[in-house]
């Protein structure tokens, strides 16, 4: 009986370990995800920023901004539309 208790205690402790692994690499998976998240909207915006300023000299800043909103609109919407589609 005695060495039923160690081995039972010894499968514990090794799947203890195996899961404590496994929970700090998911953890760590997705903090890295998440950070690249941030810089990717980040990145997105300068590129919206710095677009719109190159319009706001061709065009009207007004004009500049609504053709940039559009832009952005139109681009949300046809991701909206591929995440619905691949949800099904």
Do not use: F, H, N, Q
């Amino acid at each position: 009986m005695a060495e039923l208790v160690i081995a039972l205690t010894d499968l514990l402790e090794a799947e203890g370990r195996a899961l404590r692994k496994s929970v700090l690499r998911t953890g760590v998976g997705l903090a890295c995800l998440g950070v690249a998240s941030l810089l990717l909207l980040l990145g997105l915006g300068l590129c919206l920023w710095g677009v719109y300023l190159w319009l706001a000299v061709l065009l009207e800043p007004a004009a500049a901004a609504a053709l940039i909103g559009v832009v952005s609109l139109l681009l949300a919407g046809g991701l909206a539309w591929m995440a619905i589609r691949l949800g099904r």
